[in-house]
């Protein structure tokens, strides 16, 4: 008897970004939003510790639904833009693929509630507490995502910054 086919891990996700001014020069440059994976095991990192706001999604449903509706329950609220740019598919380290649109609008980080996860805490406890998916989230300028973004999802800022012509 053979085993039945193992679904692929998948999930898809919005990078959203705005263009903030330059008080130096008042140039116009962009920034995007990321979130700071929620959990104890989250807590002290920062570096490859940050994530567009993404989620899982079956495969007889549709990647732009998922993103839109992983956005809005790891933000707490609905992605503020109408245009979206497809920005491809990365395969993470640990073997999931993340589909990704890039959108501009603008949110305020202080507002955002992500939705939670439970998880056993501390191990072996037999005690469930529930984490924030997204502890905080915040806008970076292109260089600080890069250094904080999980290393996969470093190829949507890539490419955003392709795609608005920015090097």
Sequence with gaps: MTAPPRQRRQSAGVLLYRFAVEPADSSRVPEVLLGHMGGPLWRRRDVGAWSIPKGGYSDDEDPFAAALREFEEEVGKPVP????????EVQQAGGKYVRAWAAEGDLDPATAISNTFQVEWPPGSGRLQAFPEFDRVAWFSPADAMTRIVTAQTAFVQRLLEALRVT
């Design 81 to 88: 833009a109408e245009h979206f740019v497809d920005l491809g």
